[in-house]
């Protein structure tokens, strides 16, 4: 049989063939898929639940005219194998290759870069409302999971949609299963009524009705089984928010799939319509199947057994400490309990779940609600622990100011995946928290330079209770130190000396710490001794020990994994308010470049921000070797 995949470069080629044919591709494309991922890792599960939806969207759609946004993107995959992308696939998630998500920068067919849930519809919804005010009648489509319809956004978006009128199209991928289990009612409503038997029974006896019929009756028969729809499912739902609901139709039968999309494409309807497609995460794929998680992400594997190649660690997880630290912390305390958004493997939180399932909660993808639910907890004299990745506490910003920090209330906040992460790029870097939580007043900053600090930071939160704190720490694995017992906690912004010099004090806050001490060593031997300081504190500063190192060294530079107005230019005012600059110090602040640094290994993206040691090195000798003379002693000087 030839391969008719081969063929396909862009949806134009796509659209050459006979409908008959799209089964085939469909096929291919998934084999494909599974070849892919097997050599770069990613998101699997997703893509391979969309095949067929996404050969039916690009063969029905004349993209990219027609846009097609993909939320979170997760499983974008297959769109970019036909979207002129092919001959680059295998670079997914490499350094300078393709991202594992959508993105403007990368194709015309990526008309809204996403890898956030929840954006899709108003993303979409803006878009539609542009084109309606140009006078431009193309389609504008927007593929929402299950699991990402739970977050308020979508509904906030529908609600404007429907208010507005405008010709969207929004896609629900029903496959039961985000990346944990779907959670809250509406995913309950979604799953049961949506699809329930009770519809489907009226509704095959509703088309034998009106199959007996003459056109005319068929035509009221029609209208009373719209009527029956909104009663019986959850149509009433979308109706309610200005949708035409069509559903729930196989998102795998790929020629159904095309009449559908075909009759709604050439419908004179006004406003918004939300097709409900039924599939099966990780589809076509038996180890997939199989799995719990659908093959959500996978490193490389065995394509014939499904085994995935992990690197072995003799050190345990930054994660994994996190959790098993709390729940030594939560057998002697029962007031502690377990926040979560959607990511309870990610935080290590369905371990905490295994031991205490009633004091954890996973609210779903709804990151705003975590923090305020967090609040009133706290409020109660409960002690919340809001796992949370930093670059998705980014979502909840007015609520971590707001509903904690102005009542001062004591929220934990578990920052994971802190700094760079590698393969999945900006959308997912831990890049602002230092910054965005240490302007708070009285909020407490820690970062952990090791998993031990992590397990005394952890310790130490517990009995923080009167104001909120966060201690952050990045993904992957810790040093290998011995960790200590839960009792040792530390004081309150009090920083430790690492290493004591003379010429030069290096001021780390955060992982970076090792980079530190390979740089002292290196700068040794050169002659230049090295004072090192974990800062362990961005708020509140050790300002007694930062001023004492600052006056006894010709050079301080501090050190950090985030971007400007982090810990850097906290230490920064702190020395100008004192005065220290006035003594002639020389200062510097490395920090994350004023930029979105794209995929690679997370050694490589600290190379390109100018973190690693070697940029320390020179960093220091560079410093060192500078000689500015201010302009008025310049004068003095030629007079």
């Not at 308020?152 to 199209?169: C, D, F, T, V």
């Not at 934990?412 to 939580?437: C, K, M, N, Q």
């Not at 690693?612 to 410093?623: A, F, G, Q, R």
């Amino acid at each position: 049989m030839v391969r008719l995949i081969k063929q396909i470069n862009f949806p134009s080629d796509l659209r050459k063939l006979k409908k008959e044919n799209l089964k085939q591709i469909s096929d291919e494309l998934r084999d494909e898929l599974i070849e892919v991922v097997s050599e770069t890792g990613g998101h699997l599960g997703a893509g391979l639940g969309v095949v067929e939806l996404t050969v039916a969207l690009h063969y029905v759609f004349e993209t990219p005219k027609d846009k097609l946004v993909w939320d979170v993107s997760h499983q974008c995959y297959p769109h970019k194998i036909i979207t002129g992308r092919r001959d680059r696939i295998k670079t997914l998630r490499k350094g300078g290759g393709l991202s594992g998500f959508t993105k403007r920068a990368e194709s015309e067919y990526d008309p809204f870069g996403a890898a956030h849930s929840s954006t899709s519809i108003s993303s979409t919804l803006g878009i539609a409302v542009a084109k309606k005010l140009s006078n431009n009648n193309n389609n504008v489509i927007a593929v929402i999971g299950d699991g990402a319809l739970s977050a308020g956004m979508a509904y906030e978006a529908m609600n404007n949609a429907g208010a507005l009128k405008s010709n969207l199209i929004v896609i629900l991928n029903d496959n039961d299963m985000s990346i944990a289990r779907p959670v809250g009612a509406m995913s309950n409503y979604l799953a049961k009524l949506l699809s329930g038997k009770l519809y489907f029974s009226f509704r095959e006896t509703i088309k034998m009705i009106i199959s007996a019929f003459s056109k005319r009756f068929s035509q009221k028969a029609g209208k009373a089984e719209d009527l029956l729809r909104n009663i019986v499912t959850g149509g009433t739902l979308f109706s309610e928010l200005g949708f035409y609901y069509v559903g729930p139709i196989d998102g795998h039968d790929v020629e159904n799939l095309v009449q559908i999309f075909e009759n709604v494409k050439n419908s004179k309807h006004k406003g918004p319509v939300l097709i409900h497609v039924r599939t099966q995460k990780g589809k076509g794929y038996k180890p997939a199947e199989a799995s719990g998680d659908k093959y959500h992400g996978v490193s490389k594997f065995n394509v014939s057994t499904g085994e995935q190649s992990k690197q072995k660690s003799n050190t345990p997880s930054y994660t994994k400490v996190f959790a098993e630290t709390l729940i030594k912390h939560a057998e002697q305390d029962t007031k502690i309990v377990g926040i979560t958004g959607a990511m309870p493997s990610g935080t290590g939180l369905n371990l905490f779940e295994k031991k205490f399932p009633e004091r954890t909660f996973d609210v779903g993808i709804a990151e705003q609600h975590a923090v305020t639910f967090a609040a009133g907890l706290a409020t109660e004299g409960y002690k919340p622990y809001a796992a949370i990745y930093s670059t998705f506490l980014q979502r909840a910003y007015d609520q971590v100011v707001h509903d904690v920090a102005i009542q001062s209330l004591p929220v934990r906040f578990a920052i994971d995946r802190a700094g760079l992460v590698g393969a999945d790029g900006p959308t997912h870097a831990g890049s602002f928290d230092i910054t965005y939580l240490s302007t708070l007043p009285n909020f407490i900053v820690m970062a952990a330079s090791d998993e031990a600090e992590l397990v005394r930071m952890i310790n130490t939160s517990v009995n923080i209770n009167d104001r909120p704190s966060a201690f952050r720490y990045p993904r992957g694995n810790g040093t290998g130190v011995q960790l200590p017992s839960i009792k040792d906690v530390l004081q309150i912004g009090k920083a430790r000396i690492i290493k004591e010099g003379k010429k030069v004090a290096l001021l780390n806050f955060g992982t970076r710490l090792e980079e530190c001490k390979k740089a002292s060593e290196k700068l040794n031997l050169k002659g230049i001794e090295c004072t090192i300081v974990d800062a362990r504190f961005a708020k509140p500063l050790d300002e007694k020990l930062i001023i004492e190192v600052a006056t006894n060294h010709e050079v301080l530079i501090s050190i950090e994994e985030g971007s400007i107005g982090g810990f850097g230019s906290h230490v920064m005012q702190l020395l100008s308010d004192r005065g220290v600059f006035d003594t002639g110090l020389k200062f510097r602040s490395m920090i994350l470049p004023d930029i979105f640094i794209d995929q690679d290994t997370p050694k490589k993206m600290y190379e390109t921000a100018g973190l690693d040691s070697l940029s320390i090195i020179n960093k220091v000798e560079e410093t060192l070797n500078s000689n500015i003379i201010l302009a008025k002693n310049k004068n003095k000087i030629s007079n």
